[in-house]
T-cell receptor, first 114, second 115 residues
Framework: SAVISQKPSRDICQRGTSLTIQCQVD?????MFWYRQQPGQSLTLIAT?????????ESGFVIDKFPISRPNLTFSTLTVSNMSPEDSSIYLC???????????FGPGTRLTVT | AQKITQTQPGMFVQEKEAVTLDCTYD???????LFWYKQPSSGEMIFLIY??????QNATEGRYSLNFQKARKSANLVISASQLGDSAMYFC????????????FGTGTSLTVIP
């Protein structure tokens, strides 16, 4: 299985600021995924990031608000821009495993916006 | 329509007893995968078990087993010999291989193990 780390693990941010979340994988992966989990809710896919191309965003999520970088096959960043309290969530990075159906998640970044 | 339905918001089980967490899914694809994840209060998503749509036998991983009933489109998780550390949120998820890489999650079931 893939080992995924995320930084920071948690943060408290002021309204109107931005936070960049890092995701590091211990092996090369083609696709990386970013999810949001609002308090008491299930996971919602924000975007899919392939190395060397623009991220693909799901309905309701836009690049200006959630810019994503994918500079190589083991690393990605998600920025939450111009934050508001509604952005308070757990943000999770995820990758596919070697098997076509395998999917692994990072430990998550718990963001609180005040 | 919901792709994944978990009808039990909360469940309680006595320590050492078995518990079944329900999950039904909706897809018209023939090829798909079903997953269960555990999310403790720390927030990480821990992969528990996987069942492929073409797998004829129910998946098992230690104390976890997946009761796969394809015709009924259900994929219930059975946890045997519950332990206090099993208290967590449990999410059922599905991935359809013919529709990109979208992963659909249910709303989760909160399991509490009572000593």
């Amino acid at each position: 299985s893939a080992v995924i780390s995320q930084k920071p693990s948690r943060d408290i941010c002021q309204r109107g600021t931005s936070l960049t979340i890092q995701c590091q994988v211990d092996s090369q992966v083609t696709m990386m995924f970013w999810y949001r989990q609002q308090p008491g809710q299930s996971l919602t896919l924000i975007a899919t990031a392939n190395q060397g191309s623009e991220a693909t965003y799901e309905s309701g999520f836009v690049i200006d608000k959630f810019p994503i970088s994918r500079p190589n096959l083991t690393f990605s960043t998600l920025t939450v821009s111009n934050m508001s309290p509604e952005d308070s969530s757990i943000y999770l990075c995820s990758v596919e495993g070697p098997g076509v159906y395998e999917q692994y998640f990072g430990p998550g970044t718990r963001l609180t916006v005040t | 329509a919901q792709k994944i339905t978990q009808t039990q918001p909360g469940m309680f089980v006595q320590e050492k007893e078995a518990v079944t967490l329900d999950c039904t899914y909706d897809t018209s694809d023939q090829s798909y995968g079903l997953f269960w994840y555990k999310q403790p209060s720390s927030g990480e998503m821990i992969f528990l078990i996987y069942q492929g749509s073409y797998d004829e036998q129910n998946a098992t991983e230690g104390r976890y087993s997946l009761n796969f009933q394809k015709a009924r489109k259900s994929a219930n998780l059975v946890i045997s010999a519950s332990q206090l550390g099993d208290s967590a949120m449990y999410f059922c998820a599905m991935r359809e291989t013919n529709v990109g890489n979208q992963f659909y999650f249910g709303t989760g079931t909160s399991l509490t193990v009572i000593p």
